[in-house]
């Protein structure tokens, strides 16, 4: 067999669990094998890990189908579309768990099979100014998209249907389409074009950016499976057409490209809290805070960053209380989740997780004060994404033990594939936005909280 260098092994394991599926369709005769390998992309939407957990629109349905049919995963990264399908052709996989274009070229190499997506480009506007109705309204205006994509062949094709008069502006590739995005919502950029998939993600995250106008004929996708394996695909397309799948698919698609990314408070009644104090949990922050040697007002100022205190709310990655803990976190400190929510529970197994965190960083990051940085990035993003912006850091000239300007600029690079699957880095794609908004926003907190409140 070829040798195959551009893929990266995952060595997530998943055991499928037999769960019982309700299936109108017949199920295909021909006996599954023990572990399927499933292919797949790093991408915000189809297969990343947060805080250790790994997640996906796709990461989650190739998971269900699992379940259902009582089969273990092994899961393969590949770097490209092109390396993916290939990785399927030459045996290195089963089935491609990650969108692949129902076209000409694509028929002719791989079996589609499971739900049809269906995608459009979609022109990216500020919701608050005057609305583009209509892609003739686009002549005399400036659309910027990335340099060399899809996105600048297809608003080119579009200039020359209209006549021109489109100003486009092909940016460099260091920016991604969710940097366009955002550029997009803080006004420093009227328009980008993007596909709609990207843009109900990045809604999520930003209210304010309307997505509503098409731009581009649809694009249809599916999963695959090698053209010699149609009983693999008879299986997925009964699972995939099972009301089963299809509920649990509708859940997974609101989660990813409809729940909004921010924090949403329950209805639940809230403690006063008393007067003089932070919070109505300042004792807890003081109970635990000695257990790592951290002024306890900074433990106040990450949960009011996490969940401004309420203990009922959910983030749309599953996280929980006032420290906001991921179930699987929890549960590795012995936490279930009948007690997650439960304050002192929540703040005990979280400064638990801050000191391991802190162990692990100590030395790579030498200065106290700069460790608390890092520390907070790990408890946001996970420590894993942390260490490869560390590593890409030091390869590309900054300072690894420097967070402003340098650790946290190279977690921005995370986004971009060009340095996600660097050789350095070993935890693919991550959204660094959040994280280092984060940081920020946690020390500014605890600058306010030194200031007024006694320690």
Not at 28 to 39: K, S
Not at 148 to 159: A, F, H, I, P, V
């Amino acid at each position: 067999m070829k040798h195959l260098p551009f893929l990266l092994l995952s060595l997530l394991i998943l055991t499928g669990v037999g769960m019982g599926c309700s299936n109108n369709q017949k199920t295909p005769t021909h006996p599954l094998p023990d572990t399927l390998r499933v292919g797949t992309l790093y991408s915000p939407t189809s297969f990343f890990i947060m805080r250790g957990d790994t997640m996906g629109y796709d990461y989650d349905r190739i998971c269900d189908f699992a379940r259902s049919r009582g089969v273990g995963l092994k899961f393969v990264v590949a770097k490209n579309m092109s390396s993916l399908v290939e990785m399927l052709q030459q045996g290195v996989v089963d089935i491609l768990a990650y969108e692949i274009p129902i076209t000409a070229e694509y028929r002719q190499q791989v079996l589609s099979c499971g739900a049809v997506n269906e995608t459009h480009q979609v022109l990216i506007q500020h919701a608050g100014d005057s609305l583009i109705s209509d892609v003739t309204q686009l002549v005399g205006r400036d659309v910027y998209v990335e340099k060399g994509t899809k996105y600048e062949s297809r608003l080119r094709n579009l200039d020359s249907e209209l006549g021109g008069g489109i100003r486009i502006h092909a940016m460099g590739d260091t920016l991604m389409p969710e940097d366009l995005i955002a550029m997009v919502q803080s006004h420093e950029l009227p328009l980008t074009i993007v596909d709609s998939d990207i843009a109900q993600f990045n809604h999520t995250y930003y209210d304010s950016i309307d997505i509503g106008l098409k731009v581009s004929f649809p694009q249809r996708s599916s999963w695959a499976v090698r053209r010699s394996d149609k009983w693999l695909a008879d299986s997925i397309n009964a699972w995939s057409n099972s009301g089963n799948a299809q509920a649990y698919s509708k859940t997974a698609l609101r989660r990813y490209f409809e729940l909004s990314k921010g924090l949403e408070h329950t209805d639940s009644v809230r403690k006063t809290t008393p007067e003089g104090a932070i919070s109505p949990y300042d004792d807890l922050f003081k109970k635990y805070s000695p257990q790592i040697g951290w002024d306890w007002r900074l433990l106040a100022a990450i949960a009011c960053t996490e969940s401004d205190f309420d203990p009922d709310v959910v983030s749309w990655a599953g996280a929980r209380g006032i420290m906001q803990l991921m179930p699987s976190t929890a549960a590795g400190y012995g936490l279930d989740m009948e007690h997650i929510a439960d304050p002192e529970e929540n703040v005990r197994v979280a400064v638990l997780t801050l000191r391991d965190i802190e162990k692990m960083l100590v030395s790579r990051v030498h200065t106290h004060d700069e460790r608390m940085k890092f520390i907070l990035a790990s408890y946001n993003a996970g420590i894993g994404h942390v260490i490869d912006a560390m590593e890409l850091a030091q390869k590309y000239d900054k300072d690894p033990q420097l967070w402003n300007g340098n650790v946290e600029e190279a977690i921005l690079w995370k986004s971009n594939p060009q340095f996600y699957n660097d050789s350095v880095c070993r935890y693919g794609y991550f959204r660094g936005r959040q994280t280092v908004a984060y940081v920020a926003e946690v020390e500014q907190h605890y600058l306010y909280y030194q200031n007024k409140f006694k320690e």
